[in-house]
């Protein structure tokens, strides 16, 4: 009982530190953003409040959007590892370049515009980016591959949006599982076999639909004497 005691003043004490961080950085919001998110992630909020954007509103009298607003900032800078310091605005306009890419493009901003690192700036940056076009897939195998691919960018994209203000609903972790089995299934899916029942022949057989090709599940179940 005294520990837990302990532990609930010990919380109680590092969300007063943390909330008066947020007070006096709302005007510097990427020190504001980073103790929100610390709140947040932390649910030093509880006790007091019944949910994070009840405290947010009650020590604040901010909006939760707003609130929101600087934690994906700087959630932004962070993911792209961005050193500069430059303004809230700029830096959510930099959220839509891949993180791998952020830091290159302010540093692109500050040789081009004499260190004036503004939204509109990073917008026009990014889309001076050149766009590195995917090799065709030739091959069954490779499309499947390609799939799969697009797959993991695609869940990548949900994850970042599932953090942010208006993802909070995404059931992310039933994506993941649902993304993860469908990538399984089309993974077998592959003809990366030479169908034994006609050898892999130039035109194949019924058993291969023509194609000379079977997936793995289907070479490793056919009669034993084809194998």
Not at 142 to 163: C, G, P, S, V, W
Request: hydrophobic content about 30%; charged content about 30%; proline content about 4%.
């Amino acid at each position: 009982m005294a520990n837990e005691i302990q532990e609930w003043e010990q919380k109680r004490e590092e969300l007063l530190t943390l909330t008066n961080l947020v007070r006096d950085g709302l005007d510097g919001w990427y020190k504001a953003g980073q103790a929100l998110l610390e709140i947040r992630d932390r649910k030093l909020y509880l006790g007091r409040y019944d949910s994070f954007e009840d405290y947010c509103v009650t020590e604040f009298q901010e909006s939760v959007r707003r609130c929101y607003q600087m934690m994906q900032a700087v959630t932004i800078k962070n993911e792209g590892k961005v050193e500069i310091e430059m303004s809230e605005s700029a830096t959510r306009a930099l959220g839509k370049a891949p993180p791998e890419k952020r830091a290159e493009i302010v540093e692109t901003i500050v040789e081009r515009k004499d260190g004036k690192i503004t939204a509109k700036a990073v917008a026009e940056a990014i889309n001076d980016q050149p766009s590195e076009s995917e090799p065709e897939a030739k091959t069954p195998v490779e499309q499947i591959d390609k799939f799969n691919l697009h797959m993991t960018y695609l869940l990548l994209d949900l994850e970042r949006f599932a953090k942010e203000e208006f993802g909070y609903s995404v059931p992310i972790t039933s994506c993941k599982s649902l993304v993860s089995q469908l990538k399984k299934q089309l993974k077998e899916s592959r003809l990366t076999h030479d169908c034994p029942w006609c050898g892999g022949s130039p035109g194949g057989c019924q058993e291969c639909c023509g194609t000379g090709k079977v997936t793995r599940l289907m070479a490793e179940s056919a009669p034993e004497e084809l194998r």
